[in-house]
Nanobody, 126 residues
Framework: QVQLVESGGGLVQAGDSLRLSCAASGRPFRSIAMGWFRQAPGKERELVSAISWSGANTYYIDSVKGRFTISRDNAKNTVYLQMNSLKPEDTAVYYC???????????????????WGQGTKVTVSS
C-alpha cells in the first residue's frame, strides 16, 4: 500500500507559479515511477506529467510543455510539480500517483499508476 499526500495547490492569477509537492510512504519510492494527473470539472482525468523511477526520464502532456517541470527527491520520498505561466485552462484538481511496477520504464502510460493521493485544487483566474 502507498500513502500519497499532496500539497501546494491554491488560487492564483494567470501567469503566476505554483509548486505542488507529494510526499510518499509505504513503498520503495526510489523504485517506482511517479506522476501527476489532473481532472477539470466535466472532464476526464489526464496524465499531465510523469517521471521515471530513476528520475532520468520525464513526460509532459503537450499543453504544459515548457511551463511545468516534474522532479523527485528520493531522499525525501517526494515528487514535485513546478508550474509556471499558469493559465485558466490549468484549473483542475491535481492528483499525485505512484506506479505499481518496480523499475518500470512505462512512466508515460496512465495505466502504470495504481495509487493516488487525495488531490489538491489549483484554480487559475484570468
Amino acid at each position: 500500500q502507498v500513502q500519497l499526500v499532496e500539497s501546494g495547490g491554491g488560487l492564483v492569477q494567470a501567469g503566476d507559479s505554483l509548486r505542488l509537492s507529494c510526499a510518499a510512504s509505504g513503498r520503495p519510492f526510489r523504485s517506482i515511477a511517479m506522476g501527476w494527473f489532473r481532472q477539470a470539472p466535466g472532464k476526464e482525468r489526464e496524465l499531465v506529467s510523469a517521471i521515471s523511477w530513476s528520475g532520468a526520464n520525464t513526460y509532459y502532456i503537450d499543453s504544459v510543455k515548457g511551463r511545468f517541470t516534474i522532479s523527485r527527491d528520493n531522499a525525501k520520498n517526494t515528487v514535485y510539480l513546478q508550474m509556471n505561466s499558469l493559465k485558466p485552462e490549468d484549473t483542475a484538481v491535481y492528483y499525485c500517483a505512484a506506479g505499481h511496477s518496480y523499475y518500470s520504464e512505462k512512466y508515460y502510460s496512465p495505466r502504470e499508476y495504481d495509487y493516488w493521493g487525495q488531490g489538491t485544487k489549483v484554480t487559475v483566474s484570468s
